[in-house]
C-alpha cells in the first residue's frame, strides 16, 4: 500500500525488497546496514541471505552487520555465509531486537524498518510489517531524507553502545 510518493507500507516480501532494491542500486552502492537479532537462510519460500549475497556479489560498499552472536546453528551458518561472501563489519549484540534495512547510494538512499527479521519465515511466512523510505534527497528539510538520516545515526550509535562487540574473526 502506498502511503506517499516515497514511502510504503510493506506487509510481505520486506527483505526481498530491500535485496532487490540493493541489486538494482548495485554500481552505486556506498554503505549497507543489516541490523536484526536473528539471520537465517534456506527457507523454502526464498532466501533472503542468497538475495543479499547475489545483491553484494562483487561490490565494494561497506556493509554493516548488527546481530545477536548465534546461538543457533542456522544464525551461525547464515552469519558465516555473509561473512565468506561480502565480508561485512560484524557486530554482536546481545539486546538486540531492532530490525532495520539500509542503503546508502549515490543519488538515492532506502531504509526499512519494523518487525521481520533477516530470515526466510519473516520474509514470506510470517505475518510481518515494516514501513520503507525512499529518497533522492540529502536535505534534512525534507522529511524523508530526515528519516532515512535518523536512522542511520542510529545504527551508527547502536556500534558504540557498551554490549555491542566488534567481531573481527569468525
Not at 532487490?20 to 556506498?30: E, F, G, M, Q
Request: with cysteine; aromatic share 8%.
Amino acid at each position: 500500500m502506498l502511503v506517499g510518493k516515497r514511502i510504503t507500507i510493506l506487509t510481505s516480501g520486506a527483505l526481498t525488497t530491500f535485496a532487490a532494491t540493493v541489486y538494482a542500486n548495485k554500481p552505486r552502492l556506498r554503505r549497507i546496514w543489516l541490523v536484526s537479532p536473528w539471520i537465517g537462510g534456506n527457507a523454502p519460500q526464498g532466501d533472503p541471505i542468497s538475495y543479499l549475497v547475489e545483491a553484494l556479489r562483487g561490490s565494494k560498499c561497506n556493509v554493516n552487520v548488527v546481530t545477536r552472536k548465534p546461538a543457533a546453528v542456522w544464525h551461525d551458518q547464515a552469519v558465516r555465509v555473509m561473512w565468506e561472501n561480502f565480508h561485512p563489519t560484524l557486530y554482536y549484540c546481545p539486546t538486540l531486537h531492532a530490525k532495520l534495512y539500509l542503503a546508502e547510494c549515490d543519488g538515492f538512499r532506502c531504509a526499512i524498518f519494523g518487525s521481520p527479521n533477516l530470515t526466510g519465515r519473516a520474509d514470506g511466512e510470517n505475518r510481518e510489517l515494516a514501513i520503507e523510505f525512499r529518497t533522492t534527497v540529502e536535505s534534512r528539510e525534507d522529511d524523508v531524507a530526515a528519516i532515512i538520516t535518523k536512522l542511520a545515526e542510529y545504527a551508527r550509535e547502536l556500534t558504540a553502545e557498551d554490549d555491542v562487540t566488534l567481531i573481527d574473526k569468525l
